[in-house]
C-alpha cells in the first residue's frame, strides 16, 4: 500500500485546511483508516479513524478535536479526507494518514497501525 497525504499549510487561528489522503494498491474503503500527528517534540497521537464494519462509516475523534475536525472518505476517488474547522496554534504538527488492514477502529489510538504515508505540515499560527 502506498498512502499520500497532503493538503497541509500555513493558517491563521480560526481557520479552515483539509487534508486529503491519496491510496494505491489500496482500497480506501474497504479497510479503517486514520489521521495522526506529531508536533515537535511531542509524541505521535491519534486524531480520527473511519471504520468500515457497515454501511454506515462510524466515526471516531480524539477529545482535542471533536467538534472541530471531520474525518471521510470519497469511496468514487478512493480518497480520504480530514476536514479541519476552527483550527487552533495547538493543531500545529505534520498530520499523517494509516491504516493496518484492520477493518474496526478498536485501540485505534494505540500505536499498532503498520502502514503510514508521508506526512503534510499544517502550521496554525495565532
Known amino acids: 500500500v502506498q498512502l499520500q497525504a497532503s493538503g497541509g499549510g500555513l493558517v491563521q487561528a480560526g481557520g479552515s485546511l483539509r487534508l486529503s489522503c491519496a491510496a494505491s494498491?489500496?482500497?480506501?474503503?474497504?479497510?479503517?483508516v486514520g489521521w495522526f500527528r506529531q508536533a515537535p517534540g511531542k509524541e505521535r497521537e491519534g486524531v480520527s479513524c473511519?471504520?468500515?464494519?457497515?454501511?454506515?462509516?462510524?466515526?471516531y475523534y480524539a477529545d482535542a478535536v471533536k467538534g472541530r475536525f471531520a474525518i471521510f472518505r470519497d469511496k468514487a476517488e478512493n480518497m480520504l479526507y480530514l476536514q479541519m474547522n476552527s483550527l487552533k496554534p495547538e493543531d500545529t504538527a505534520v498530520y499523517y494518514c494509516?491504516?493496518?488492514?484492520?477493518?474496526?477502529?478498536?485501540?485505534?489510538?494505540?500505536?499498532?497501525?503498520?502502514?503510514w504515508g508521508q506526512g503534510t505540515l499544517v502550521t496554525v499560527s495565532s
Open positions: 494509516a491504516t493496518d488492514y484492520q477493518y474496526d477502529c478498536n485501540n485505534w489510538q494505540s500505536d499498532y497501525w503498520s502502514q
Open positions: 473511519i471504520d468500515s464494519t457497515s454501511s454506515n462509516d462510524i466515526t
Open positions: 494498491m489500496f482500497d480506501m474503503d474497504y479497510y479503517a
